[in-house]
């Protein structure tokens, strides 16, 4: 059971077992909306979309951190010299410290659940479906400030005020990874987007399982559907056992 910054909510997911890691492999769009997929698959809830673009990277992390574990690498190119620049964080920290403050000033809407005002300008925080719903788009930055602040376009000086009040009420999570190319030396950094990392690491990891369930329905002629809903972990130790003895 996890807290979630923003909205405080409690996130109850199960793990995912074969059924959903196929459905994620198979599913076709982006990685906010598999994601989305994924998050209705694990709960009972399905208002997901709802969540705030800080609570639904920080769940998608935990769950990553949950299943796969809290270590993650992730290669890049130098764009100096083209070396690849190895990154290695650990979830816990990477999250550690992301929480929500209230800046002076800022206060919520009467009467408009989830909406602030400052300087007469009111706005509400981006969600996970706002940031599926732009990210097609051309600017998606200008598209979500347009969906989240009315009236959409204030004067620059208080649009900046209302970015950084979004920013101390639902920090970003999805920021750049720094490291040092060992070819050039030189400080490079990456962009990193948390759903996009999950979503592909999670299909790398179920990269074994056609080989799995092909591997157990052989040996001991269970169905396919009965294999795929078989816990994760379970369903490994079935085939590595099955390995072994060949
Ligand atoms: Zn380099």
Not at 151 to 169: D, G
């Amino acid at each position: 059971m996890n807290l979630l910054p923003v909205s405080g909510l409690t996130s109850d997911l199960r793990h995912p077992n074969g059924a959903d890691e196929l459905s994620l492999c198979e599913a076709t769009g982006s990685a906010v909306s598999r994601s989305l997929t994924l998050l209705s698959r694990l709960s009972d809830r399905s208002d997901w979309s709802a969540l705030t673009v800080t609570d639904f990277e920080v769940l998608l992390l935990q769950l990553r951190e949950q299943v796969i574990g809290d270590v993650c690498d992730l290669g890049f190119s130098c764009p100096q010299c083209a070396t690849r620049v190895e990154v290695s964080f650990r979830i816990s920290d990477f999250l550690d410290g992301i929480g929500s403050r209230r800046p002076p000033g800022v206060e919520p809407v009467p009467g408009r659940s989830g909406w602030f005002r400052s300087e007469g300008v009111e706005f509400r925080l981006p969600t996970a479906g706002d940031q599926a719903a732009v990210e097609h788009s051309s600017d998606p930055l200008q598209a979500l400030l347009e969906r989240c602040i009315a009236p959409p376009l204030p004067p620059v000086r208080l649009r900046k005020r209302i970015e950084r009040a979004m920013e101390a009420l639902a920090p970003e999570v999805s920021r750049p990874l720094v490291g040092t190319c060992p070819g050039c030396d030189g400080t490079v950094s990456a962009p990193l987007h948390v759903a996009r990392l999950v979503v592909s690491e999670f299909v790398r990891d179920a990269a074994s399982l056609h080989d799995e369930v092909d591997l157990i329905a052989r040996a001991y002629h269970w169905p396919e559907a009965d294999i795929l809903q078989l816990p994760r972990r379970r369903r490994r130790a079935y085939a590595e056992r099955i390995r072994q003895a060949a």
